[in-house]
């Protein structure tokens, strides 16, 4: 079977960097694109500096004000930043048109095989040094078999960094790599997996099938022994029409109390604006998952009427809207294991 040859490019601090390339004042200040420091608004992007003092990417403005109260908030121009992104995937296509962007400021390339039959990590530095001459800016690429693996590797020399995962390396890749650096594992599942002795991908390997599914469900287990050990089957797929877009959080310890369901649920809702901020996605309709103790769901939704929408920039109201509808559950009288927040997308453009 041939092996792939895949490229994870992910923008460093994109929405910051262009903001500091376009205003040279602000190089070596610390950045903050989103919402202003007084506002309910969350935070796109943070300069490295601003990273320095804890702000993070989802985070409320108003706290990130507070870590870092000499930061630099700026509004987001999508418009601009949609327009360096086309630049940018007019670089990738001079070597694949297999291109998956996953946002603006990053995107999975299948380079196995390419017009100028270089090698992937040529095409890696050829793309770094083109993003640097012709935009003014930096990126930073994991070249691997898979997405999974390119993903993880694209992460580990930021800013500016290229990072390669042979085929023959991957056992030794994955063997001690924290389970947390798996796209999909958040905190809640990190600490499911530390309660059964499981912190790198090495000690899942340890556990067979059965063991893995009483633990986890047959699903998750089975999906578990495939990551751990760095397999990811799934294709770049150069198109996709988002119809949804959601976020949840599964508690390390089922929750009761109305006012820690409140506050996760407004974190979920942080998470799930930034993720729409990030795509520029907004949708008319909410929908709010209720997962409780003994593994019964239910859902509640709430479609705006007279035109209205949410989008990235509200995550207050989005919060707002999805508190409503948990209040509509049992939810404070019934221990909960996860919740979720999901949008049905109707269109681009934060509103």
């Not at 590797?153 to 924290?178: E, N, T, Y």
């Not at 002795?197 to 469900?217: H, I």
């Not at 409140?262 to 008319?284: N, P, W």
């Amino acid at each position: 079977m041939l092996e792939r040859k895949i490229i994870h490019v992910d923008m460093d601090a994109f929405y910051a960097s262009v903001e500091i390339r376009d205003n040279p004042e602000l190089s070596g200040r610390p950045v903050i694109v989103g919402g202003s420091p007084d506002s309910r608004g969350v935070v796109a992007t943070a300069s490295y500096e601003a990273r320095k003092f804890g702000v993070r990417s989802a985070m409320a403005c108003s706290r990130a004000a507070r870590l870092c109260p000499g930061a630099v908030f700026i509004r987001p121009d999508f418009e601009k930043y949609r327009a360096v992104s086309t630049r940018i995937r007019e670089i990738f296509s001079r070597y694949t048109m297999l291109i998956e962007p996953v946002a603006l400021d990053e995107a999975y390339l299948d380079v196995t095989d390419n017009a100028d039959g270089l090698y992937a990590v040529q095409i890696a530095k050829k793309i770094q040094q083109a993003v640097r001459e012709e935009l003014g800016l930096s990126c930073s690429a994991g070249v691997a078999p898979n997405k999974m693996l390119a993903k993880i590797a694209s992460d580990l020399r930021k800013p500016g960094g290229i990072s390669v995962v042979l085929p023959a390396q991957v056992v030794g890749f994955m063997r001690a790599l924290p389970l947390r650096k798996i796209n999909g594992i958040g905190p809640a599942t990190e600490q499911r997996l530390a309660r059964h002795g499981l912190r790198v991908c090495g000690d899942v390997w340890e556990k067979t099938a059965g063991e893995l599914a009483g633990m986890f469900g047959e699903r998750m287990g089975a999906w578990l022994a495939d990551r751990s050990r760095g397999i990811d089957g799934r294709r770049v797929q150069t198109s996709r029409e988002r119809k949804s877009i959601g976020c949840e959080e599964t508690f390390a310890r089922d929750v009761t109390a109305p006012e820690i369901l409140r506050q996760e649920l407004a974190g979920v809702a942080r998470q799930l604006a930034a993720r729409m901020e990030k795509r520029e996605l907004s949708g008319r309709t909410l929908t709010l998952k209720v997962k409780y103790a003994d593994f019964t769901q239910v859902t509640r939704a709430e479609t705006l009427d007279g035109g209205g929408v949410f989008s990235g920039g509200d995550a207050g109201g989005i919060y707002a809207a999805a508190l409503g509808l948990l209040e509509k559950t049992e939810a404070g009288r019934r221990p909960v294991r996860l919740l979720g927040l999901a949008i049905r997308v109707v269109s681009r453009g934060s509103s």
